[in-house]
């Protein structure tokens, strides 16, 4: 085994078609002690002009490559970005969209420079609240950018980058995030009737769908109509749509089959023969724009329909998809469904997050919520 520092190699490949290529080689010991050479692209010269500004993007590759002495020279906080972003970001779309943003956004601009052992010295937890005090931001996001970097200094510490102890970040408070800063709408029977009818198709049925199933608009604007079983009058939310791209559901289980009202079921019937796209392979609100390609954009539909609709009624503010997920939860705490059942239905992983968000919910919600 290697005990000091492996800078490695960095070369520019030449290439027959298209622009040469840098490319970073090491070293690497398996466990029977024989040595293996390992290669990988950092990126195109035009996309990297200069070997410095390569030696720079393939930094966190010499965190690879010196797995077995990790610290053996100061480390930079941007290394440590670019192995989490090559190795570990989440798969899930949206999840790994908006960390990437807080990455790019906020976290990188202010600790690239930064090296790890001056960014975990004493004081640090600190300074790290400190500048999340300074951001122009909701205390929710500065708690997201928060935890981003917990989850990043959490794979430093698995690495053998850091002393196994505290997670530094762990230190930092955000103030105004421990409790929900403004109630969540909650729409009463007149409200959801009013809303309902200032709808054109096919929103209004995903509106309906939404309101009586709970949803989450991501789940609703990825069915299909062979998700549905009419027999047995359960739908199966099998998949996700963030941004036009497909993914896993949330948890697994939104997987689970939820029972559908024959009067919600009509509903969908009517909106079937009436679309353009009713075959089973279909989105059930398949967008005739994308020539039923992929559905509507659950943004859009929002912008162009229902807070238009909201505005013309007089509803108020603060009214979008997580609304309608809300008035269903609301909903059946106001019909006394057991707690599991809640949790079944609306596909949450975690019982005693249940547990938290419905008793939360009780303190908020103040509309009267049955249909």
């Known amino acids: ?165 505290v997670n ?40 309906i769908v939404a309101l009586s199933t709970g949803l989450r608009c991501s789940e609703l604007f990825a069915l299909k109509w062979l998700d549905f079983n009419w027999e047995q009058m359960t739908v199966l939310v099998r998949r996700a749509i963030v941004d036009g791209v497909v993914g896993d559901v949330k948890t697994k289980y939104s997987e689970s089959g939820l029972p559908l009202d024959p009067a919600l079921a009509e509903v969908l019937f009517t909106w079937k023969r009436a679309s353009m796209f009713g075959h089973e392979a279909d989105w059930v609100f398949a967008s005739f724009q994308k020539a039923g390609e992929l559905p509507f954009r659950s943004s859009k539909m929002l912008e162009d329909q229902i807070k238009p609709a909201v505005k013309a009624a007089e509803l108020g503010e603060g009214i979008g998809w997580h609304t309608f997920r809300h008035t269903y939860s609301c909903m059946l705490r106001q019909l006394g469904v057991d707690v599991k059942v809640q949790q079944e239905l609306l596909r949450h992983a975690d019982i005693s997050n249940h547990h938290e968000r419905v008793h939360s919910g009780r303190q908020r919600a103040k509309a009267e919520c049955t249909l």
């Not at 002690?33 to 590759?61: F, S, W």
């Not at 105004?176 to 007149?190: A, K, V, W, Y």
């Open 168 to 207: 530094p970040v762990a230190l930092v408070r955000v103030k105004g995030i421990s409790r929900r800063q403004t109630e969540p709408r909650i729409l009463n029977s007149d409200e959801i009737q009013t809303l309902i009818s200032g709808l054109a198709e096919p929103c209004r049925t995903a509106v």
């Open 1 to 165: 085994m290697r005990t000091r520092y492996q800078h490695g190699n960095l070369q520019l490949d030449k290439r027959k078609n298209g622009p040469d290529v840098w490319v970073y080689r090491w070293r690497e010991y398996g466990a029977n002690g024989k040595m293996n050479r390992r290669g990988e692209m950092v990126g195109a010269i035009d996309q990297y002009p200069t070997k410095a500004e390569a030696l720079r993007a393939c930094e966190h590759l010499q965190l690879t490559a010196n797995s077995e002495n990790p610290t053996s020279r100061a480390i930079g906080f941007g290394a440590l970005l670019d192995r989490y972003i090559a190795e570990e970001m989440p798969e899930r779309h949206s999840t790994k969209l908006a960390y990437r943003s807080y990455i790019e956004t906020h976290i990188r601009p202010k600790w690239e420079d930064w090296t790890l052992r001056k960014l975990t010295s004493k004081g640090t937890p600190f300074t790290i609240e400190q500048w999340l005090k300074t951001l122009a931001l909701a205390p929710k996001t500065k708690g997201n950018i928060r935890n981003v970097m917990a989850v990043i200094f959490n794979c430093a510490m698995r690495w053998g980058l850091l002393d196994l102890g």
